[in-house]
Structures are given as C-alpha cells and as structure tokens.
C-alpha cells in the first residue's frame, strides 16, 4: 500500500512538474518608444502637412494636422501644427461648403438656330407644397440663359405650376444675402410659358455674383404667397460663353 502511494505521488509530481515546464513566460512590459523617435515620426507628417496647406488641400491637410496633435502630441511637430491648425480648420470647412454650392448649379448647352444656347440653373431649397411628399417635390429653378437670338436673360421657371399675378408679378422683392430687399421689375412670358422673367438681368447677375444667398417672393397658382431661397455662392461664371462681369 505504501509502495503504491509513493509511486502515485511521484507520477503526479511528474505531470505537475510538466506542465509547469510549458507554461508561458509571464509577459514582459512594453517597452516604450523612445521621443527621439516619435519626434522623427511627427517631423516626417509635419512635412507633408505643410505641403498640402501650400496645395490648398485643407481636407487633408486637416487629417494629417489633428493625426499628429493626438498621435505627436508632446512632439516639436505638434505644437508648430497648433498654431496653423484652426486656420487649417476653417478653410477646410469652407472648402467643403464651397464644393457642395457648387454641386446645386447644372449647365447645359443646346444646338439652336443660328448657334447654341447655353444655361445656368439652380432649384430653390424649399419645395413646391403640392407634391405627395417632400422627396418628389417639385421646387422653383432659377435660370441664366445666354441664347443666340434672344441674349442674355434670367428667369424664373415651373414645370407643373404657374405663377400667380392676380395681385401682381410687376415687381418682386429680391434679397440678396442680408441686404434689405429691393424691388425688381419682373415680366410673365406672353407666350404663357411658366417663367417669370426679371427685366435688370445685367443688375441681378451682379448682385448675385457676390452674394451666397438670394430670396425672391413669388406667388404660385394653389400655393400662395412664398419666399423661395437660392444657394447660388457655387455659380461658375466661366461656363457661360460671354461670363458675366462683377
């Protein structure tokens, strides 16, 4: 009985004794990066930085500043970043808005007799009431057109709506940005398409080439009165054929 005991007791010491032998090592700690290199690591983003704000590329230039103000942020790198980065910021903005102005306007150009007639459009940001719902509402447009016959004109167009003049279309305020609104003179097609064609289109197109924002109120058959608002800052002049001037 004894002799079983110690040979059950020095297999079990056995089997202990090997799996301590594979156990993992305890984990050492981290060793942590030495400045020096962070520094090198932050110089190196700091050097593109600088290129993309000399590029203009704020977007990017935004990323790579705040990567190295959390990444770097003991670094030299970082606190020369600091003192550009809100700059950086805000024309990174600014650039992102300017690209999504932009995108509101379409330009066409169509074959016409005697040349082509090329057009600049934008819709309203607020819809037409009469639609089912908001996202297939139909919204106001308003449109720069250079044609070969007629000239220069601006208007604004409907598609499946008319324009109320039963208390008058002579004149028609227009604000541009927060200037107080002005009186415009305004003339309806008689033709009877669903355009209101506003006279001073050379004094509308120079007030709106510098303004971001341009309000008209207009009276639509079934809708009222309304104010219909224009984003109209992304307006590209040179893709009319005879741009027209500030």
């Given at each position: 009985m004894t002799s079983r005991r110690l040979f059950s007791a020095t297999i079990l010491a056995a089997l202990l004794a090997a799996c301590s032998?594979?156990?993992p090592p305890p984990a050492q700690p981290a060793k942590p990066i030495p400045a020096a290199n962070n520094d090198a690591a932050a110089a190196k983003e700091l050097a593109l930085y600088d290129q993309m704000r000399a590029s203009q590329s704020w977007d990017l230039a935004l990323s790579l500043g705040e990567e190295i103000t959390n990444k770097y942020a003991a670094s030299p790198a970082a606190a020369q970043v600091k003192q550009t980065l809100d700059d950086v910021r805000a024309k990174a903005t600014a650039q992102r808005e300017a690209r999504r102005m932009a995108k509101l306007w379409a330009y066409a150009a169509v074959a016409e007799a005697g040349g082509t007639q090329y057009t600049a459009?934008?819709?309203?940001?607020?819809?037409?009431?009469?639609?089912?719902?908001?996202?297939?509402?139909?919204?106001?447009?308003?449109?720069?057109?250079?044609?070969?016959k007629w000239g220069q004109s601006t208007y604004l167009l409907l598609d499946n709506a008319k324009f109320d003049c039963s208390k008058g279309c002579a004149t028609l305020p227009v604000r541009f940005d927060d200037a107080p609104a002005q009186r415009m003179k305004a003339t309806i097609p008689p033709t009877g398409e669903p355009a209101l064609f506003i006279d001073d289109d050379k004094g509308f197109i120079a007030k709106m080439l510098k303004a971001k924002i341009v309000a008209i109120d207009a009276s639509i058959k079934g809708e009222g009165a309304k104010t219909f608002v224009f984003e109209v800052g992304g307006?590209?002049?040179s893709k009319l054929p005879s741009p027209p001037k500030k």
């Open positions: 032998s594979s156990a459009a934008v819709e309203s940001k607020e819809p037409l009431k009469s639609a089912a719902n908001a996202k297939d509402a139909e919204r106001i447009r308003l449109v720069l057109r250079q044609h070969p307006f590209d002049a």
